[in-house]
């Protein structure tokens, strides 16, 4: 498997409060992704890095942020919980341009 | 703007019986192509990809798919079928020069005994 741990796996959170998701790689991989993975819309990209701190916006992007001050670590901050935020969300890194992307595990977020 | 169509939600295949899953994308530029396989409870594994030459592409557990230009698709194959093939499966695509996938809603593929 490719070094890549999500954190936490499974939490549940009340509406209104801050969740930080944490992504850490020990592969030295330039690129990662965050997306979230819900029924009937596959895999949707929240947001992208491709170096320290140079990140972008995906498709999804409202209502969360994204630090990388370090290559190994990518955070997803939901700045204020909602419960369509309810999902699960997975990080992805890549080596360069149009290379296989690796997936971490996933963590099962819950929004009540 | 890429994207990707994949028609099939659920496919139900009996063991051992072949199985076709549909991908077919929109992109003005040359793309790179994928299938993902998410088994239950984690997360997703690359199958195959298609990136130049050959449009045959091929997997080490007996899939394949083809890359289609004029028809813009890239359906996965397998000749029979295993229990161990339950699984979710997603195309992706990328355009030339862009990172970035953009995956299909997936197709969940079950097998019956």
């Known amino acids: 498997d490719a070094g890549i741990t999500q954190s936490p796996r499974h939490k549940v959170t009340e509406t209104g409060t801050p969740v930080t998701l944490r992504c850490h790689q020990t592969?030295?991989?330039?690129?990662m992704y965050w997306y979230r993975q819900d029924p009937g819309h596959g895999l949707r990209l929240i947001h992208y890095s491709y170096g320290v701190k140079d990140t972008d916006k995906g498709e999804v992007s409202d209502g969360y942020s994204v630090s990388r001050s370090k290559t190994e670590d990518f955070l997803l901050t939901l700045e204020s919980a909602t419960s369509s935020q309810t999902s699960v969300y997975f990080c992805a890194i890549q080596t360069g341009k149009n290379t296989e992307a690796f997936f971490g595990q996933g963590t099962r977020l819950t929004v009540v | 703007a890429q994207s990707v169509t994949q028609l099939d939600s659920q496919v139900p295949v009996f063991e051992e019986a072949p199985v076709e899953l549909r991908c077919n994308y929109s992109s003005s530029v040359s793309v790179y192509l994928f299938w993902y396989v998410q088994y239950p409870n984690q997360g997703l594994q690359l199958l195959l990809k298609y990136l130049s030459g050959s449009t045959l592409v091929e997997s080490i557990n007996g899939f394949e798919a083809e890359f289609n230009k004029s028809q813009t698709s890239f359906h996965l194959r397998k000749p029979s079928v295993h229990i161990s093939d339950t699984a979710e499966y997603f195309c992706?695509?990328?355009?030339?020069?862009?990172?970035?996938?953009?995956f299909g809603t997936g197709t969940r593929l079950t097998i019956i005994p």
């Open positions: 992706a695509v990328s355009d030339f020069g862009n990172e970035k996938l953009t």
């Open positions: 592969e030295n991989h330039r690129y």
